[in-house]
């Protein structure tokens, strides 16, 4: 939805359904097409429609709800955003790979949550399937004390504190403050976020500056937390699924 104008102005996306997922063998994972619901008089949108239940539902809720098309003014902007698409994700995806490079051996950063660094549960597949990287938005999480990650953000210059992604701009943002702020600590506990989580969005600049940037901020943080109490040894790479947040 982002990366398709990547400029940060326009969001926008496609439903794409191949009709091959059996959402019946699912069934509490999947209220809105396999219980009966009211707006439908009743009746199951899966008992109805079958595998075209998916497509059924963006039609007749979102689409109808919605509205089925983007202003003038920004369908101009994806379009002409997808004219630079292809090379804007290769860039994102080779300042990417540099930068979690230098994140995974950095003292002051006690895991690296991405499927591309070795050890992921999910690194076959992303091998596989994205074998020119797997995506420029991840997190990691800080060897330092919670009241630490303000001013390590505060020291960051190219990185820009917005809660943004896929933009050409390099972009950070604390979960716990920000987008998972009205999550419980057990909540976000859960979802692999802790109060030292850090996500990037890495955009379009020199990776050489985007290292220096990080490195000048991490710089302060080497050695200031009991990293054997609370957190993995000084530049291990740890990994959990469903942590890219």
């Not at 699912?26 to 008992?47: F, M, N």
């Not at 990417?96 to 660094?117: D, K, N, Q």
């Not at 990691?140 to 990650?149: N, R, S």
Request: net charge neutral; hydrophobic share 45%; charged share 15%.
């Amino acid at each position: 939805t982002k990366f398709l104008g990547g400029h940060g102005s326009t969001l926008a996306g496609a439903v794409v359904d191949g009709g091959r997922f059996d959402f019946s063998a699912y069934p509490d994972r999947w209220p809105q097409l396999t219980r009966p619901k009211r707006r439908y008089g009743g009746e199951i949108l899966w008992e109805r429609h079958g595998h075209g239940a998916y497509l059924a539902l963006a039609r007749s809720k979102y689409l109808h709800d919605l509205g089925p098309s983007l202003a003038p003014g920004s369908a101009a902007q994806i379009l002409q955003g997808l004219e630079t698409l292809d090379i804007r994700v290769a860039r994102h995806a080779q300042n990417t790979g540099e930068v979690i490079r230098f994140l995974a051996g950095h003292p002051a950063v006690a895991a690296v949550h991405h499927p591309s660094v070795p050890g992921h549960p999910q690194a076959g597949l992303a091998a596989r399937d994205f074998p020119q990287g797997a995506g420029s938005v991840f997190s990691f999480d800080l060897a330092a004390e919670p009241g630490q990650v303000g001013a390590f953000i505060d020291r960051l210059r190219l990185f820009k504190l917005v809660a943004n992604v896929g933009d050409t701009r390099s972009l950070v943002a604390h979960p716990a403050a920000m987008t998972h702020c009205r999550l419980t600590p057990e909540q976000r506990a859960a979802a692999g976020i802790a109060e030292t989580t850090i996500r990037l969005s890495v955009g379009l600049e020199t990776a050489a500056d985007l290292v220096a940037d990080l490195d000048l901020a991490l710089a302060p943080l080497v050695g200031t937390a009991d990293l054997t109490a609370t957190s993995p040894a000084a530049g291990a790479v740890v990994v959990h699924a469903g942590t890219g947040v």
